[in-house]
């Protein structure tokens, strides 16, 4: 996974997700509250932290809980 925390390009990609999503549907509120989480961590000055916090997790993972995350679409 690439860790690189650019945030207006994972914006604009949220966006572009966000625009195939119908109005209010759980997946728009999501995408919505990553949008915003991404705002808070760039906000605060926390990429650093929230990039070092995502790669000791995936070292962290056991190997069920990495194949719930690519059940999911998530691979570490």
Request: glycine fraction near 2%; proline fraction near 1%; aromatic fraction near 6%.
């Amino acid at each position: 996974m690439d860790n690189n925390f650019e945030t207006e390009k994972l914006l604009l990609i949220l966006q572009k997700v966000a625009s195939d999503c119908e109005p209010s549907s759980e997946k728009q509120v999501s995408i919505e509250l990553a949008a915003k989480a991404i705002l808070f961590i760039h906000a605060t000055g926390q990429q650093v932290a929230f990039q070092t916090y995502i790669t000791e997790m995936e070292e962290d993972l056991t190997d069920e809980e990495k194949r719930f995350l690519a059940t999911i679409g998530l691979n570490c």
